[in-house]
T-cell receptor, first 114, second 112 residues
Framework: DSGVTQTPKHLITATGQRVTLRCSPR?????VYWYQQSLDQGLQFLIQYYNGEERAKGNILERFSAQQFPDLHSELNLSSLELGDSALYFC?????????????FGEGSRLTVL | GENVEQHPSTLSVQEGDSAVIKCTYSDSASNYFPWYKQELGKRPQLIIDIRSNVGEKKDQRIAVTLNKTAKHFSLHITETQPEDSAVYFC???????????FGKGTHLIIQP
């Protein structure tokens, strides 16, 4: 158990819909990262938050948004869903930033868009 | 931003033999290079990392080497065992604030 909690574990929805994925980082970790994992693209970095502020942005679509709340949990919002958004979405956390050490991943949220 | 290339995509070795996975990166300012292991249906977990001021790091059967001039780094696993079967990802963090960039992964298969 990494200490990072993600909900829901599985989600099936239809094209055009909107979903919210939730992540609670390890106790004491200030940084939260979101990654998308699909079969042909590996682990794609989406976005990073540090202590409530956006720190870095990767290949995140405009239809996607995220935020980190004062209690440090984070939510990833995916809207106008397309078939190609079907993937495993991982949240990870670290104490401060990546250069200071390990990323701890949650178990992931598997999104299926039909 | 950073770009990480990883080879091979699939590697099959006999149990007991060595396995080598290679990665190249594009950003010369990158200074941190972790390797993550992902077993089937599980989350990625850090197995070893190396920083740019070190050329080699070893932890029991696994080792990582870094060549900053050539901008490549490699994972070496010796005396492979069935539990080494997994997908391995290399990663690098660029000089800018662009997060940790992963390679596309290597599926390591240990043949009995």
């Amino acid at each position: 158990d990494s200490g990072v909690t993600q909900t829901p574990k599985h989600l099936i929805t239809a094209t055009g819909q909107r979903v919210t994925l939730r992540c609670s980082p390890r106790s004491g970790d200030l940084s939260v990262y979101w990654y998308q994992q699909s079969l042909d693209q590996g682990l794609q970095f989406l976005i990073q938050y540090y202590n409530g502020e956006e720190r870095a942005k990767g290949n995140i679509l405009e239809r996607f948004s995220a935020q980190q709340f004062p209690d440090l949990h984070s939510e990833l919002n995916l809207s106008s869903l397309e078939l190609g958004d079907s993937a495993l979405y991982f949240c990870a956390s670290s104490v401060v930033g990546i250069n200071t050490g390990e990323l701890f991943f949650g178990e992931g949220s598997r999104l299926t868009v039909l | 931003g950073e770009n990480v290339e990883q080879h091979p995509s699939t590697l099959s070795v006999q149990e007991g033999d060595s396995a080598v996975i290679k990665c190249t990166y594009s950003d010369s300012a990158s200074n941190y290079f972790p390797w993550y292991k992902q077993e089937l249906g599980k989350r990625p977990q850090l197995i070893i990392d190396i920083r740019s001021n070190v050329g080699e790091k070893k932890d029991q059967r696994i080792a990582v080497t870094l060549n900053k001039t050539a901008k490549h780094f490699s994972l070496h696993i010796t005396e492979t065992q069935p539990e080494d079967s997994a997908v391995y990802f290399c990663a690098a963090i660029g000089g800018g604030a662009d997060g940790l960039t992963f390679g596309k992964g290597t599926h390591l298969i240990i043949q009995p």
